[in-house]
């Protein structure tokens, strides 16, 4: 397990562009046969990405940064099927996960192991932890079944469906909020005007994009942001202080992910237009 100690909302406006890649974008998640995890000091996020191929692969606990027995000893996690369709097995119960469907996995859960139902077409699962006080019972949040909210217009390049699968009106969770976020053919802005939000973190991994497309991500204070370049199947860490939005090549999707003190998916500070710079 990699980890991560971030900048704060001064020092990230002094770093270079590799400094701020080594900090906020998490490039290497998915590979094949492994689980690769990094645990961020912002809200103890846990991020990870589990491709299993011809054996299923079990979600361990490490001494060293979770000082915990098993995964979910004092955690709760939400898990992303974006690859081909899979199984999660539970202390004892099965889970098929097919494209975009999710899995919530609460506090207390001993044994988690992840499986490909085909290594030629493998599942491509992706995770996100953060601790819990509370334990909430294991839930499948299929895609159809996600709470849809069209945004945007085609005029704006912003036209997308924002789908929420674990949050405080879907799947109930400690402090976890999860979902997916959809752009329409034509349209490349996401979370445009932006925002920030005081009370929680978020993580942004985007997918769906071909390997010459690239999305330009922007973080940063409103009056002093950065810009990253991301490809497919990457994820960018947002600090509460900073901003989350981009532009890409082409459509594209992206997972969000949240974890704080508020689960309330409006709980957001508004940014003017006028004031990014």
Same mark, same amino acid.
């Given at each position: 397990?990699?980890?991560?100690?971030?900048?704060?909302?001064?020092?990230?406006?002094?770093?270079?562009?590799?400094?701020?890649?080594?900090?906020?974008?998490?490039?290497?998640?998915?590979?094949?046969?492994?689980?690769? =995890?990094?645990?961020?000091? /912002?809200?103890? $996020?846990? &991020? +990870? *990405?589990?491709?299993?191929?011809? @054996?299923?692969?079990?979600?361990?606990?490490?001494?060293?940064?979770?000082?915990?027995?098993?995964? =979910?000893?004092?955690?709760? /996690?939400?898990? $992303?099927? &974006? +690859? *081909?369709?899979?199984?999660?097995? @539970?202390?004892?119960?099965?889970?098929?996960?097919?494209?975009?469907?999710?899995?919530?996995?609460?506090?207390?859960?001993?044994?988690?192991?992840?499986?490909?139902?085909?290594?030629?077409?493998?599942?491509?699962?992706?995770?996100?932890?953060?601790?819990?006080?509370?334990?909430?019972?294991?839930?499948?949040?299929?895609?159809?079944?996600?709470?849809?909210?069209?945004?945007?217009?085609?005029?704006?390049?912003?036209?997308?469906?924002?789908?929420?699968?674990?949050?405080?009106?879907?799947?109930?969770?400690?402090?976890?909020?999860?979902?997916?976020?959809?752009?329409?053919?034509?349209?490349?802005?996401?979370?445009?005007?932006?925002?920030?939000?005081?009370?929680?973190?978020?993580?942004?991994m985007y997918f769906g994009l071909d390997p010459d497309?690239?999305?330009?991500?922007?973080?940063?204070?409103?009056?002093?942001?950065?810009?990253?370049?991301?490809?497919?199947?990457?994820?960018?860490?947002?600090?509460?202080?900073?901003?989350?939005?981009?532009?890409?090549?082409?459509?594209?999707?992206?997972?969000?992910?949240?974890?704080?003190?508020?689960?309330?998916?409006?709980?957001?500070?508004?940014?003017?237009?006028?004031?990014?710079?």
């Amino acid at each position: 397990m990699e980890t991560r100690y971030l900048p704060n909302n001064e020092s990230y406006q002094r770093l270079s562009t590799e400094e701020l890649r080594k900090a906020f974008v998490l490039d290497c998640l998915f590979n094949p046969g492994i689980i690769s =995890t990094v645990y961020c000091d /912002v809200d103890r $996020a846990i &991020i +990870g *990405g589990v491709v299993p191929t011809n @054996a299923p692969l079990k979600l361990l606990a490490t001494k060293k940064e979770m000082a915990a027995e098993f995964f =979910t000893e004092r955690r709760e /996690v939400g898990v $992303a099927n &974006i +690859g *081909g369709d899979g199984t999660i097995r @539970a202390d004892g119960q099965e889970y098929t996960l097919a494209f975009k469907d999710m899995l919530y996995i609460g506090r207390g859960v001993k044994n988690i192991e992840l499986s490909s139902s085909r290594a030629a077409q493998p599942a491509v699962f992706y995770l996100v932890s953060f601790p819990a006080h509370a334990a909430y019972p294991i839930a499948v949040a299929r895609s159809a079944d996600a709470d849809k909210t069209e945004l945007g217009s085609l005029e704006g390049a912003n036209k997308r469906t924002i789908n929420k699968y674990i949050h405080a009106g879907g799947v109930k969770s400690c402090q976890l909020a999860m979902g997916l976020t959809d752009l329409e053919v034509g349209s490349v802005w996401n979370s445009m005007p932006p925002h920030t939000h005081m009370r929680r973190m978020e993580i942004y991994m985007y997918f769906g994009l071909d390997p010459d497309s690239i999305v330009v991500h922007l973080m940063g204070t409103p009056g002093e942001t950065r810009s990253l370049v991301l490809r497919n199947q990457q994820a960018v860490i947002s600090p509460s202080w900073s901003i989350h939005c981009g532009a890409a090549s082409k459509n594209y999707s992206f997972i969000w992910a949240m974890g704080g003190e508020n689960q309330e998916f409006s709980d957001m500070d508004a940014v003017s237009m006028r004031d990014l710079r």
